[in-house]
C-alpha cells in the first residue's frame, strides 16, 4: 500500500490549506478550523501508520466500470479527536448492491457523507486522499455538482426534508435542476408510485409518521434516477411490509437499471441476500469486504442468521430463511411452553379513545389495558397510530372521544401531571430529551432529579456504550449515538412507566439484546413496560403481549406466539425458521440444548451446547 505525506509537496500543501476550510452548516464557507497542534500530529500519525487492507474476495472492479474511487482517504471532524475514516482503497463499479455493515460508530455514516461530498464541504475538518465519483472529483466539485449523478438519504429523514407538502418535497430537486413542469409531474408521480405513497401525495409533511417520511426522502432521491444512490438506515422506521417493499425497488435498480447501491443498516438479515457485496467496517477502517457468504464472518456483531449458522456449524453461513429451512429439512422439534401473561394492577387504561387530526382519524374507538410487570408492544404498519396512542395514553396529543387514566387520573387533573413524574418516555424523534451541551451533563441532570447514584449513572453508560461520548454535544451524535444516549437519561432511576417509542433504530444487535433484558427485568420487578416498534425481532425477544394496530384501530391483541409466530407479515425471522412456538434464538438453543438424545440433523450438523450461553440474551 502507498503511503502518502500530507506535507510532501507544494501541491500539497495548497491542497491541506484549502481542504482545512470549514463549511457552516449554511454551506458558507466558514473561518479556518484551527486544530490544536496535538491533534494535527494525531492526525499525520494516523496518515502514517500502516493500516492493513481490507480482507477481499472474490471483488474485482475494473477502471472502466468504476463509480467509486477512493484512495488513501483519511478524515476527521474539526471536534474530533481522532480521525473518523481511514479507507487506504475501495473501488465500487456499476450495477453493484453494497452493504456497509459495522457497530454504531463505525464509520458508516461518514464514508457515505464522503461519497456525497458533504466530507469536508459540509462538515469542515480535516480531509485527505482522494474521493471520485463517476469521474468527479469530491474536492473540487462539491454535493451539488453531484445531484444529477448521487441520489443520498440520510439516516435521519425528518432532518432532510424541506417543505410542506409531500409531492412539493419529492419535486424540489428536479426543479432546481431545471426539468421542465411536465417531466417534474412525471418524474413525480412515478417516485410516489415506486414506494407505494402515491395517497400521500397532498399530505403536510408534518402530519407523516416516521416511516412515512423516510420512504418520502428515499422517494425524492429515486425521482432523479442517480446513477449512484446512497442510503443510510432507510429501513429503520418502515414497517415489515414496507421494508421489503423498499428493498424490491432496489433489486429492481440494480438487476434492471444497473444503479449502483451502497446501502448502510443495522438490521442485515433481510439484506444479506440480496446484496452482492458486504463490506465490514471498525472503528474508521474497512476490514473485510467481498460477497456476503465469505465476508459475514468478519462482522464485529452477527445478525442473527449468522449467529444460527454459527451455532449450529453451518458453513458459509444461512443468508436467507429459505436457506436456513432447506438446511434444517425435517427435522422436528418439541413444543415449549408460552410466556406468562402479566396480571397485576392496571396502571393504563384507554375506553373508546378517538383521536382526529383535521379530518382524518388517527386512533378510532381503542380499548386497552396496560398492568403493573407486563411488557405489551404495539406493532402495525406506518400510519397504524402507534405514536398516537402512547402519546394519548401520556396526555400528549388531544383525545375528541373516549377517556384515558393513568394510576386513576384523567390528562387535565393536577394528580395526573404529578404522577408523569413516574413515567420514563422516549419519543420517536429522541433528541428533545438531551438539553444539556454535552451528553454528561444530560446525564447528571437526570440523576440529580432522579435522586439516583453515580453507580446507576455509570450502568447506564456501560449497557449503552456511552463512555467515549460523554464529553460531545448530543447534536454531533450520530443518530444510533443520540438513541442510545436518549435511552440512558430515561431509564435513569425506577420509573413505574417505561413507554418507548421505536427505541431500536440505529442500535446495534447487542445494545438491542441489552435493551431488551433490561427491559423484562424492570418489568419483573413491577415496572409497567409500553414500546412500539417494526423491530419483530426486538418485539419477540421482549413482549408477553402483542397489540396489532391496523389504520387505527385495535386488529389484534394477545401473546407474542400467536400475535406475531403466526403472522405472515408480522413473524419474527426465528419464527418463520421454527415455527410459531420459538420467538428468538434463545428459545431454539435452549430447546435443542435440552434435547437427549440430540436431534438427528438431516445432513450432519449439531449443536455446540456452549453456544446457549454465548447468544442468551
Known amino acids: ?21 470549514g463549511v457552516t452548516r449554511s454551506g458558507r464557507r466558514s473561518r479556518l478550523l484551527a486544530l490544536s497542534h496535538a491533534s494535527l500530529a494525531r492526525l499525520l500519525t494516523s496518515c502514517w501508520r500502516r493500516v492493513p487492507p481490507p480482507r477481499r474476495s472474490g471483488i474485482r472492479v ?52 464522503s461519497l456525497v461530498s458533504l466530507v469536508p464541504h459540509f462538515y469542515g475538518g480535516w480531509f485527505g486522499g482522494r474521493v471520485v465519483i463517476g469521474g468527479r472529483d469530491t474536492r473540487s466539485h462539491r454535493p451539488a455538482d453531484l445531484a444529477d449523478l448521487v441520489g443520498y438519504v440520510s439516516q435521519e429523514p425528518e432532518a432532510q426534508t424541506l417543505l410542506d407538502r409531500v409531492a412539493d418535497e419529492v419535486a424540489f430537486a428536479l426543479e432546481n435542476l431545471g426539468y421542465s413542469s411536465g417531466a417534474v409531474a412525471a418524474r413525480v408521480e412515478e417516485a410516489l408510485d415506486l414506494l407505494g405513497i402515491a395517497h400521500l401525495r397532498e399530505r403536510p409533511i408534518e402530519s407523516l409518521s416516521g416511516g412515512e417520511r423516510q420512504r418520502v426522502t428515499l422517494a425524492a432521491a429515486l425521482a432523479l434516477r442517480p446513477r449512484l444512490l446512497l442510503l443510510d438506515e432507510p429501513t429503520s422506521q418502515l414497517d415489515p411490509w414496507a421494508a421489503e417493499s423498499v428493498l424490491e425497488v432496489l433489486r429492481r435498480l440494480v438487476d434492471e437499471l444497473g444503479v449502483t447501491v451502497i446501502l448502510a443498516e443495522h438490521r442485515l438479515d433481510r439484506l444479506l441476500g440480496s446484496a452482492t457485496r458486504l463490506t465490514v467496517m471498525d472503528k474508521g477502517h474497512l476490514v473485510a469486504d467481498g460477497p456476503p457468504a465469505e465476508t459475514a464472518a468478519f462482522l464485529p456483531d452477527p445478525p442473527l442468521l449468522v449467529q444460527l449458522s454459527q451455532a449450529l456449524g453451518w458453513s458459509p453461513p444461512a443468508l436467507t ?64 397510530g402507534k405514536t398516537t396512542l402512547v402519546r ?67 450502568a447506564m453508560v456501560d449497557m449503552f456504550e456511552l463512555a467515549p461520548l460523554l464529553s460531545a454535544h448530543p447534536f454531533d451524535l450520530s443518530s444510533g449515538e443520540r438513541q442510545r444516549a436518549a435511552l440512558a437519561v430515561a431509564l435513569l432511576g425506577n420509573p413505574e412507566l417505561i413507554v418507548l417509542d421505536e ?3 440505529g442500535l446495534s444487535l447487542t445494545v438491542k439484546r ?62 418463520r425458521i421454527f415455527g410459531p412456538a420459538f420467538l428468538d434464538l434463545e428459545d431454539v438453543l435452549e430447546v435443542l440444548a435440552a434435547t437427549s438424545p440430540p436431534l438427528d440433523w438431516p445432513i450432519g450438523y449439531t449443536l455446540d451446547v456452549d453456544d446457549v450461553d454465548g447468544i442468551r440474551m
Open 62 to 113: 475494473t477502471r472502466r466500470t468504476r463509480v467509486i474511487e477512493v484512495t488513501e482517504l483519511h478524515y476527521q471532524y474539526p471536534a474530533g479527536q481522532s480521525p473518523a475514516l481511514i479507507a487506504p482503497r475501495w473501488f465500487v463499479g456499476e450495477g453493484e448492491f453494497v452493504l456497509l455493515a459495522g457497530t454504531t460508530g463505525s464509520g458508516k455514516t461518514t464514508l457515505l457523507r
Open 321 to 384: 430463511v429459505a436457506d436456513a429451512k432447506r438446511r434444517l429439512g425435517r427435522a422436528s422439534f418439541p413444543s415449549r411452553a408460552k410466556r406468562h401473561l402479566a396480571g397485576g394492577e392496571v396502571i393504563l387504561t384507554l375506553e373508546g379513545v378517538t383521536c382526529q387530526r383535521g379530518d382524518r382519524v388517527v386512533l378510532r374507538d381503542i380499548d386497552v389495558v396496560f398492568r403493573r410487570g407486563s411488557v405489551t408492544v404495539i406493532v402495525g404498519r406506518n400510519g397504524a
Open 1 to 21: 500500500m502507498a503511503l502518502v505525506s500530507t506535507r510532501d509537496s507544494a501541491p500539497a500543501r495548497s491542497r491541506r490549506r484549502r481542504l482545512r476550510l
Open 514 to 575: 441489552r435493551l431488551a433484558k433490561e427491559l423484562r427485568q424492570r418489568a419483573a420487578g413491577g415496572a409497567t413496560v409500553i414500546v412500539t416498534t417494526h423491530d419483530v425481532d426486538f418485539a419477540a425477544a421482549v413482549a408477553d403481549r402483542v397489540l396489532l394496530l391496523g389504520n387505527g384501530t385495535a386488529i389484534a391483541e394477545g401473546p407474542p406466539e400467536q400475535v406475531l409466530g403466526e403472522s405472515f407479515a408480522y413473524a419474527p425471522l426465528i419464527s
Open 392 to 458: 394519548a395514553a401520556l396526555g400528549l396529543e388531544p383525545v375528541q372521544r373516549g377517556r384515558v387514566r393513568l394510576f386513576g387520573h384523567e390528562p387535565g387533573e393536577p394528580a395526573f401531571r404529578k404522577r408523569l413524574r413516574s413515567v420514563a418516555y422516549v419519543p420517536q424523534f429522541p433528541g428533545a430529551l438531551l438539553l444539556a451541551t454535552r451528553l454528561a451533563d444530560d446525564l447528571e441532570l437526570a440523576r440529580q432529579s432522579r435522586e439516583c447514584s453515580h453507580d446507576a449513572v455509570q
Open 503 to 505: 427505541p431500536t433504530r
